[in-house]
């Protein structure tokens, strides 16, 4: 059985033209409006969206930029050093699959003996990339997800103090 050549829509409406209909023309309408403003494009809702999450990020590397050395840093109340050091010796000393999915952190690939730098690094990083978005109101998948990656690993060592994120 064949699918119908014209739409649901058109056959509800009771439209019997037989001949499909050539695909809008690209380019502005006759309003002047751009093809990225038309109606159906759902633009403001994204610039909405997109800075209203970067701003959420941004507050949020900015508290940790504040806290960090304080909290989790290496003189901190809780050093995340001394908790991914327990995480990997609860894992007989290996840091594998286990590890990384009991504790997801890009901080196992870095060397821990300057945490206080790492940490101002990535919240650093997290405010510069999220203050681009915001000043912008444009991003990507790779901006994105490194400010999801960026925020996950410092929530992960973050203990107690940041344990709301998990």
């Known amino acids: 059985m064949a699918a ?65 050395k304080q909290l989790i840093g290496d003189r901190g109340l809780l050093p995340c050093r001394l908790y991914l050091e327990s995480v990997r010796q609860h894992f007989q000393g290996r840091v594998g699959w286990d590890a990384w999915s009991y504790a997801p952190t890009a901080f196992w690939l870095l060397d821990w003996s300057h945490m206080d730098t790492s940490l101002d690094a990535f919240a650093v990083l997290g405010l510069g990339i999220s203050f681009f978005v915001l000043v912008t109101g444009c991003a990507n998948m790779v901006l994105m997800a490194a400010l999801w990656v960026l925020y996950l690993s410092l929530v992960n060592v973050g203990q107690v103090w940041y344990s709301f994120g998990k």
Do not use: M
């Open 4 to 68: 119908p050549e014209e739409s649901l829509r058109r056959r509800k409406a009771g439209d019997a033209d037989p001949q499909p209909r050539s695909p809008p023309a690209q380019g502005p309408d006759p309003a002047g409006c751009p093809d990225r403003l038309r109606e159906g494009t759902f633009w403001l809702t994204r610039i909405v969206l997109l800075r209203a999450l970067a701003f959420v990020y941004f507050v949020a590397f900015l508290v940790a930029l504040h806290q960090n």
